[in-house]
């Protein structure tokens, strides 16, 4: 196999129709002999319809979110590499790359059944996929993307196994050799969905439609929907977060074992208010994805007259303008410095991702008090 060892010697391909695959394209080994991968080099504008199509082969059903994105200012390099980014974006298959568990230790990825008296549990959504691809949008030729696969067998666990879609020969659980596992994004945002209480015919509706786009449509899909959304809503309803009968201690505690889905705490005392920031990675990467050069918003009337500490929702919109909810901030607080606080723990957890992100403007329902940390701080 021939290795080519500049850029510059690959040809740009720009393939017809809205949305291609790897499949497409004509990958070249690039790199020297120790170490190549698998590129291809295309229009940067159709670096989105190369992403669509990666997510919709039938074989494999997925999304993929940035794992890690970093940018360059046009012109800060004097000298430079032909391979060198403007943009970097490394792209992780949904269904990877591990599972975290309560504090964020790495669970393995689960390969069969647990037996747990829930007996709609299917295996964990979070497969351990390791299908992953770099987009590099080129330092010296902004209008092209340079697509690097390391290792281009698609959609294996660390063993080799295909790990999700209809041709995983672990599918166990109901319904699975017909119904493709759902991704964790999916899963996540119905869960979110019941927790901020909204009606149960409403986050079916939109967890159908969801799961369709994966799968298409059929009565079994749609049935075990329904059965999944009726489930979850009983484990939440059941759940309790009481952890001590002491409130302070039972937050301590709370935030001890979910560190990964907590941006910020602050503890009350005689000098700092309470903070307590929320959000998963699954939020993380929303925020990341739909925020981008995009709006975000800030609600923060939930609970305010009700409640001793009102819950302020950080929102984004996705490509059908639907609102997601990807933080949660519990405080008292509308001082100034502390909502510069938790703005800042935020804006910078999204930038230790993708050290580019931005967004082009933030909506707010309490102008006085939110004004001036946003734009210190976004
Ligand atoms: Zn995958």
Redesign the pocket.
């Known amino acids: 196999m021939e290795i080519i060892e500049s850029i510059e010697d690959i040809r740009l391909q720009d393939p017809p129709g809205e949305e291609f695959t790897s499949a497409d394209l004509t990958w070249t080994k690039y790199g020297t002999s120790e170490h190549h991968d698998d590129v291809a080099v295309i229009p940067y504008e159709r670096v989105d319809a190369f992403i669509i199509g990666e997510c919709s082969i039938a074989e494999?059903p997925?999304r993929f979110h940035i794992e890690k994105g970093r940018k360059r200012t046009r012109g800060s390099l004097t000298s430079y590499k032909s391979d060198e980014y403007l943009e970097y974006r490394l792209y992780w298959?949904s269904?990877?790359p591990e599972n975290y568990g309560e504090g964020g230790e790495i669970l393995p990825s689960r390969r069969y059944r647990i037996n747990t008296r829930n007996r709609a549990a299917r295996p964990q959504s979070m497969?351990g996929?390791t299908?992953n691809f770099i987009v590099k949008r080129l330092y010296a030729r902004p209008s092209a993307a340079l697509l690097i696969y390391n290792d281009r067998r698609?959609?294996v666990n660390k063993s080799g196994f295909v790990?999700?879609g209809p041709l995983d020969r672990d599918a166990i659980g109901p319904g699975a050799k017909t119904v493709p596992y759902i991704c964790d994004e999916i899963q996540q945002q119905t869960m979110a969905l019941i927790y901020l209480g909204i009606p149960e015919e409403n986050i079916l509706q939109n967890h159908i439609e969801s799961v369709q786009r994966y799968c298409g449509s059929n009565s079994k899909v749609s049935m075990s929907a329904s059965e999944y959304v009726r489930k979850m809503g009983i484990i939440i309803r059941r759940s309790t977060h009481e952890l001590d009968l002491d409130d302070q201690v039972s937050i301590k505690l709370w935030v001890e074992k979910n560190k990964k889905s907590t941006f910020i705490y602050q503890d009350a005392s005689d000098t700092d208010s309470f903070i307590l920031g929320i959000q998963t990675e699954w939020q993380l990467q929303q925020m990341i994805r739909f925020g981008h050069h995009s709006l975000m918003a800030a609600d923060s009337t939930f609970g305010l007259k009700k409640l001793k500490y009102p819950l302020c929702t950080l929102l984004v919109f996705d490509s059908r303008h639907h609102a997601l909810p990807v933080a949660w901030v519990i405080t008292r607080s509308f001082d100034k410095q502390d909502v510069s606080k938790w703005m800042k723990a935020l804006v910078d957890r999204a930038r230790s991702v993708d050290s580019a992100w931005k967004i082009n403007g933030f909506m707010i329902d309490d102008a006085a008090a939110e004004m001036d940390p946003i734009r210190q701080d976004f």
Request: proline share 0%; charged share 10%.
């Open positions: 494999c997925t298959c269904f990877g497969r996929c299908c698609q959609h790990c999700h």
